[in-house]
């Protein structure tokens, strides 16, 4: 002990005890956790210890460290970190000899056989740098042309053979030629005038050796030299005028193939104004719209409307899907699931549906929505139907038969299928997008435009012959005057 400690230890009253250093934290806690002081980095009691440090030193923290830790150390990746207290830690377990040589066998290095200090995935490194090493001794001995080995190395500047060094430079020599052929020589076809001097040619190539590295495949191209002309002036005056007459073309071929397309689209703008109106006067055209409860593929239809192309209501129904309503359906539609007590269901409908929509023209908004969903509640109706035909295949034959959950299912999409197939759908909401215009360059298409019916199915049907209204304005008076020299209603021409 030294002078100044032993005088500093006298000083110190033998009534009063000195606090421990390890004991005591360095500055005082950032907060404080549930009653526990969180510390800063460094700053927390040196004693105390994070849970991966006890694990280092064979320690296990108990349930009790475990559920009261001592303090916090605030890091920036982790948040805070629970501090223990060593001395209340378990012990581990020694490990069996089994895992230690499991643990031993990951370290072993399959190369050389040596433990190393970490985990190896492979040869450790003095081993991977040793094959490197062989492996950059054995490149330097074999020729980069004919893959030749030798006992000495090959001069690093080309890595190659006598005669693959001599192939080589002939080819470089080939390509030098062509390339001052191609400098000094009008381009012009079957013209043969010179147009610069292979010696400077030649002067400019060797100040750029770069360009003659082995390593090139090519020589650049020829206009990089500063005084190359490519053309001789008669040449170069033909093929101007050449280029002048493929560029009237180019233009020409444009100009045309722009007016087609203005002209494709104005008929097909037309065209979809013209189906509008003949739409809004064929007695053969019906209006349908189903409100669901959600946009997934199982999601049920609650309400269901038909109406003919005058606005009149075929048919107009809630219908109870069997399952509860959710609230984001709700909050869009407003029909709530105690508002469907006691609706019929769809296969009640079913018979009325069909009766409606056989022989007509059925227009929906947005058809595949639609129609995905009048796929699912036939494939259900038709499954019940196929399920009561298994049970009573079942009671007659006394015999379950292993597949009938696949057949029913086969057999009730296969069914939907059909009816689908026997209607016919036209969707509105793309040529009614068409006909607004907002093009999106994002989907590199016009918008779709969102059906303003109140959502509500019948709603929803009559803002449908809204759109066809504004689609076929310009040529609602001619169809409602064909149509009434026909026989046919026209008060939805209006």
């Known amino acids: 002990m030294s002078t100044t400690t032993a005088t500093a230890a006298e000083q110190i009253p033998s009534s009063r005890t000195e606090a421990d250093p390890a004991r005591v934290a360095k500055a005082n806690p950032l907060s404080h956790r549930a009653g526990v002081p969180v ?33 916090y150390v605030r890091t920036r990746d982790y948040g805070d970190v629970p501090l223990h207290d060593p001395t209340g830690a378990e012990k581990m377990r020694p490990l069996p000899s089994s895992t230690k040589a499991k643990m031993l066998a990951r370290r072993t290095c399959s190369e050389c056989g040596k433990v190393r200090k970490v985990i190896l995935r492979g040869p450790c490194s003095a081993c991977r740098e040793r094959a490197e090493q062989e492996r950059q001794r054995l490149l330097a001995r074999t020729c980069a042309g ?8 090959y001069p690093k500047e080309h890595r190659r053979c006598a005669g693959c060094r001599q192939e080589q430079l002939e ?13 000094t020589v009008c381009a012009g076809d079957g013209c043969t005038k010179r147009r610069g001097s292979k010696k400077a040619a030649r002067a400019w190539l060797k100040a750029h050796e770069w360009l003659l590295r082995p390593e090139r495949a090519d020589l650049p191209s020829s206009s990089c030299w500063p005084d190359w002309v490519r053309r001789c ?36 703008a037309e065209e979809r104004c ?20 959600g946009l997934d593929d199982d999601s049920r239809i609650v309400e269901l409307a038909v109406l003919n192309s005058r606005g009149e209501v075929l048919l107009d129904t809630l219908l109870d899907p069997g399952v509860p309503v959710p609230g984001d359906a709700v909050a869009i539609h407003g029909i709530t699931t105690e508002a469907l007590v006691g609706a019929p ?22 058809q595949w929505f639609d129609i995905g969903r009048l796929r699912h509640e036939l494939t259900l109706h038709y499954l019940d139907r196929a399920a009561r035909e298994a049970a009573e295949e079942t009671a007659r034959t006394g015999t379950v038969a292993e597949d009938v959950r696949e057949r029913a299912i086969a ?38 435009q969102p059906l303003n019916g109140g959502h509500r199915a019948a709603g929803d049907c009559r803002a449908v012959l809204d759109c066809l209204r504004a689609m076929g304005r310009n040529y609602a008076d001619e169809y409602a005057t064909a149509a009434a020299g026909a026989g046919a209603p026209s008060e939805g021409t209006s």
């Open 171 to 183: 080819k470089k020599r080939a390509r030098v030629e062509a390339w001052l052929v191609e400098v």
């Open 39 to 71: 510390y800063n980095w460094g700053q927390a009691p040196p004693y105390l210890r994070t849970k991966t440090q006890l694990l280092s030193d064979r320690l296990n923290v108990t349930e009790a460290q475990e559920a009261a830790p001592l303090a």
């Open 274 to 293: 013209r189906w509008a109106a003949a739409a809004l006067v064929d007695p053969d055209v019906l209006v349908l719209d189903t409100e669901t409860t």
């Open 345 to 366: 269901t769809f296969s009640d409908v079913l018979v009325q549906l069909t009766r409606l929509l056989d022989g007509k023209r059925c227009m929906i908004y947005n």
């Open 233 to 268: 002036p008669p040449c170069q005056k033909a093929y101007d005028v050449e280029q002048e007459r493929r560029q009237a073309e180019l233009q020409a071929r444009y100009e045309r193939e722009e007016r087609e397309r203005r002209e494709a689209e104005a008929r097909a």
């Open 411 to 448: 057999e009730a999409s296969k069914q939907a299928a059909a009816w689908l197939d026997a209607m016919t759908f036209e969707d509105v909401m793309i040529p009614y997008s068409d006909w607004v215009g907002d093009w999106s360059d994002y989907w590199g298409n016009n918008r779709w």
């Open 146 to 153: 004919c893959n030749t080995v030798r006992e000495r190395p």
